[in-house]
């Protein structure tokens, strides 16, 4: 196995090596800076690790990630210039495009793979359960995108619970409380939910394992700072590959840096992690590609977009090639 982590580092750091040429390097010069939106989240680990270690720097970039609570503001951020990029769900970008907002995925980061869930009280035991329920989530987030999807799957729509309006973050503690017996988040609240009461009391009922693909986390830029900005925005990418093939690499060390942002021990990341897969760059091109699959944005796209129009966050679907900018991640694959 070192073996082959040996062999992907390499694989990666040559393809960021080999790829320079396409965009104008900014080693040489005054590092430039990048003000990128995030939040915590397992699948941001390869970005987490890269700051850590300061492997932005060696392309002559800057980084400093600022963190959100609630993620839906990183979009507005990004619209108002308070950030430079972020690190969004597509249902997010998708979102933002159909209401004319000009913002374009550069790069997926990860697919969910269980790490966002629906948990509720153990003697809830189905989605079918909610009924007539209260469920805390977040208006316009990948929760409320989670939540409509699992409704759909079982013949049911937002009319048929009672919503509560709530943070990620705020999901355990009204848990714990008693006020809410269903809510919608994401690690490492999820774990933090079923931990409570002994570790028996909650469960998960729905979670991205059962939609995968349908949430992808994705590097986001305005279509304005992509034309102004390229060369950092390559770096940015050159710098994550340079996190996630040092991930594995090093699995502990990177899990005990991980785990440090998370608020959790090296074990507790690992186990937070394994909720999230991270494409490796020969594999993000497929979430370019035109296919109905639901690890391409158009196959997820077609899904989300009519969840969205259908619960009218949105009204039309939009085309969605105008969603993504492919030329990065295109150059450094070559």
Partial sequence: MS??????????????????????????????????????????????????????KPHGLDVDLQFFSDPSLITTAIAGRALDGGMLTYD??????????????????????????????????SVKDFKGRKVGYNPLSPSDFLLSYALKQNGMSEKDIEPVNMTPEGVPGAM????????????????????MGGGNKYKVVFSSK??????????AFDESMIAKRPEAIKAL?????????????????????????LGVSAEEAKAQMSGAYNPTL?????????????????????????LLKNNGQIAAIPDFSQTYDARFVEALAK
């Fill in 3 to 56: 073996t082959l982590f040996r062999s992907l580092h390499k694989t990666l750091l040559g393809a960021t090596l080999a790829a320079a040429s396409i965009f104008a390097p900014l080693t040489g010069h005054a590092a430039e800076k990048m003000k990128i939106g995030t939040v915590v989240w397992a699948g941001y680990g390869p970005f987490y690790v890269a700051d850590k270690l300061d492997l932005f």
């Fill in 92 to 125: 997010q970008v998708v979102s933002s495009v159909a209401k004319g907002l000009k913002q374009r995925v550069v790069m997926p980061i990860d697919f969910s793979n269980g790490g966002d869930a629906i948990v509720a009280e153990s003697s809830i035991g």
């Fill in 176 to 195: 714990a409380s008693g006020a809410l017996p269903i809510g919608v988040t994401y690690e490492p609240n999820v774990s933090q939910v079923l931990g």
């Fill in 210 to 219: 059962d939609a995968p693909g349908l949430i992808t986390d994705v590097l």
């Fill in 237 to 261: 990418i050159q710098g994550y590959l340079d996190g996630m093939a040092y991930m594995q690499a090093h699995p502990e060390e990177s899990a005990k840096i991980v785990g440090e942002v």
């Fill in 282 to 306: 020969a594999e993000m091109g497929q979430s370019f590609a035109p296919s109905d699959d639901t690890h391409s944005f158009h196959g997820s796209g077609a899904i989300i977009a009519q």
